[in-house]
């Protein structure tokens, strides 16, 4: 399976990583992406099975990102791991198609809860 991490700061993607496989998802691909923009181009060459997205970013912010996804039909399996989780923002997310916003700090219980599910296979 491939997981996707999308996030402006190269230590916050390698801290996502890290969570990730302390909490028991280490048999998977890691790609990662600075930013929406950049994203956008993996998800069309790699296929990942679930987009990890933060939500401020520079060029294509992260709800943009996801708008744009499922605008070209995408239903790729996305969540959100930022450090801003209002009311708001939470609601807009799942509008938006999203499955999950985690607030940033995080553990790995956080990560194996909000995955609950959603990594099958």
Same mark, same amino acid.
């Given at each position: 399976?491939?997981?996707?991490i999308v996030d402006d700061s190269k230590a916050m993607r390698m801290i996502v990583t890290?969570?990730?496989?302390?909490?028991?998802?280490?048999?998977?691909?890691?790609?990662e992406a600075c930013d929406g923009a950049e994203g956008l181009g993996l998800v069309a060459s790699d296929k990942p099975d679930l987009v990890l997205s933060d939500w401020n970013m520079p060029e294509v912010?992260?709800?943009? +990102?996801?708008?744009?996804?499922? #605008?070209?039909?995408?239903d790729v399996r +996305?969540? +959100?791991?930022? *450090?801003? *989780?209002?009311?708001a923002m939470r #609601?807009?997310?799942?509008? *938006?198609?999203?499955? +999950?916003?985690i607030a940033k700090p995080f553990? #790995?219980?956080t990560f194996s809860e909000a995955l609950a599910g959603?990594?099958?296979?």
């Amino acid at each position: 399976m491939k997981i996707l991490i999308v996030d402006d700061s190269k230590a916050m993607r390698m801290i996502v990583t890290r969570t990730l496989r302390q909490a028991g998802f280490d048999n998977h691909e890691y790609l990662e992406a600075c930013d929406g923009a950049e994203g956008l181009g993996l998800v069309a060459s790699d296929k990942p099975d679930l987009v990890l997205s933060d939500w401020n970013m520079p060029e294509v912010n992260g709800i943009e +990102f996801l708008q744009r996804l499922r #605008a070209e039909g995408n239903d790729v399996r +996305f969540g +959100f791991v930022t *450090s801003e *989780s209002t009311d708001a923002m939470r #609601a807009l997310a799942a509008e *938006s198609g999203a499955l +999950f916003l985690i607030a940033k700090p995080f553990t #790995a219980d956080t990560f194996s809860e909000a995955l609950a599910g959603v990594l099958v296979g």
